[in-house]
């Protein structure tokens, strides 16, 4: 009896030293500096949206939420990285449709952002917006396509990149008006905009964080934005599709984790994220910089981020582009 009661203590003592380690991991989490990594540069919607959602996280988790921008090939670089680094939670990605596009556009990619990329939470979304410069002599989308009618490939649209939203979204304007302009690729929004203010180029299809305060300052004209309809940020700005019926183009944007990384610890930031959504100031910034707080749970943002695939790889094939 004493052998069997021993035997049985110590059974007891080792399942107790294989679960208490996990507890403990889930309640000290996070215990040291958080990586947020971003595939595009300072000023980009993604960069700005980061900064926000990460100071509210290092307020609430009481570590610092570090961003580190990661240029390079539209965001895979900074995929690539947080696939490579260790699921504890400690490396996380700033995702959303650029990484979604990647998925598709690129052939030969060392990773599967479906695969090796965990969904955490949704953080924002909105819409592009059509933007010109103010001597451009379109002053509505009705006005923009008549002019690109009248004058065929004298129209050069920039965007983030071949493949990005502000590309795509572009070219489902380019089908859906039957019109043709020229494509002109960028590293990113922010010096497309620069061009555009400086009349290099004649339209972007930006993400609003970016052209927000070109916008306010004079410095851009809107013309539409590619919601279904208006928009709190722009209420001036009548949606494309009054235009166009059907043209519809939203982006979205949101933490992501290595694969593996524990369940409870994709809980807690989901949870702590959609907590800082609800803050007021924190609904007060985002709306200032044109976007909404999107909350959702990790699964159903896993489903938005597979829905937006089929999505723009429909338009890639309707649009020719071809896949690298």
Not at 258 to 261: A, C, F, G, K, Q
């Given at each position: 009896?004493?052998?069997?009661r021993r035997?049985?203590l110590?059974?007891t003592?080792?399942?107790a030293a294989l679960?208490?380690?996990?507890i403990a991991h889930a309640?000290?989490y996070?215990s040291?500096?958080?990586?947020?990594?971003?595939?595009?540069g300072?000023g980009s919607?993604?960069d700005?949206?980061?900064?926000?959602?990460?100071?509210?996280?290092?307020k609430?988790?009481?570590?610092?939420?570090?961003?580190?921008?990661?240029e390079?090939?539209?965001?895979i670089?900074?995929?690539?990285?947080?696939?490579?680094?260790a699921?504890d939670?400690?490396t996380?990605?700033y995702c959303?449709?650029?990484?979604?596009?990647?998925?598709i556009?690129?052939?030969?990619?060392?990773?599967?952002f479906?695969?090796?990329?965990?969904?955490?939470?949704?953080?924002?979304?909105?819409?592009?917006?059509?933007v010109?410069?103010?001597s451009f002599?379109?002053k509505?989308v009705?006005?923009?396509?008549?002019?690109?009618?009248?004058?065929?490939d004298?129209?050069?649209?920039?965007?983030a990149?071949?493949g990005?939203?502000?590309?795509?979204?572009?070219?489902?304007?380019?089908?859906k008006?039957?019109?043709?302009?020229?494509h002109?690729p960028?590293?990113?929004?922010?010096p497309?905009?620069?061009?555009?203010i400086?009349?290099r180029?004649q339209?972007v299809?930006?993400?609003?964080p970016?052209?927000?305060g070109?916008?306010?300052a004079?410095?851009?004209?809107?013309?539409?934005?590619?919601?279904?309809?208006r928009f709190?940020?722009?209420?001036?700005?009548p949606?494309i599709g009054?235009s166009l019926p059907?043209?519809?183009?939203?982006?979205?944007?949101?933490?992501?984790a290595?694969?593996?990384?524990p369940r409870?610890?994709?809980?807690?930031l989901?949870?702590?994220?959609?907590?800082?959504l609800?803050?007021?100031?924190?609904?007060?910034?985002?709306?200032?910089?044109?976007?909404?707080?999107?909350a959702?749970t990790?699964?159903?943002?896993g489903?938005?981020?597979a829905?937006?695939?089929?999505?723009?790889a429909k338009?890639?094939r309707?649009?020719g582009?071809?896949a690298k």
């Open positions: 009896m004493k052998l069997a035997a049985f110590r059974l003592a080792g399942a679960v208490l380690p996990r309640e000290i996070p040291r500096p958080v990586r947020i990594v971003v595939g595009l300072p919607a993604s700005i949206l980061a900064r926000l959602i990460g100071h509210a996280l290092s609430r988790l009481g570590q610092p939420f570090v961003i580190e921008n990661r390079g090939a539209g965001g670089l900074a995929a690539a990285a947080v696939v490579r680094a699921p939670g400690y996380l990605l959303g449709a650029a990484d979604v596009t990647n998925s556009f690129r052939q030969n990619l060392s990773f599967d479906f695969r090796d990329i965990a969904p955490v939470a949704s953080v924002a979304s909105g819409p592009l917006v059509l010109v410069n103010p002599p379109a509505t009705q006005d923009f396509i008549a002019y690109a009618k009248a004058n065929p004298k129209i050069s649209f920039g965007s990149g071949i990005t939203v502000a590309h795509l979204a572009g070219e489902l304007f380019k089908a008006a039957g019109i043709d302009m020229v002109v960028y590293r990113g929004l922010p497309a905009l620069t061009d555009l400086g009349g180029v339209a299809f930006s993400t609003t970016p052209a927000i070109y916008l306010r004079g410095k851009l004209r809107a013309l539409g934005v590619t919601s279904a309809t709190g940020a722009l209420p001036d700005v949606p009054d059907g043209y519809e183009a939203s982006i979205f944007n949101g933490l992501g290595p694969n593996h990384t409870e610890i994709i809980d807690r989901n949870n702590e994220t959609d907590a800082a609800a803050d007021g100031g924190i609904k007060a910034r985002l709306a200032d910089l044109g976007s909404e707080p999107l959702m990790s699964p159903d943002f489903k938005l981020l829905a937006e695939g089929q999505k723009w338009v890639m309707e649009a582009i071809k």
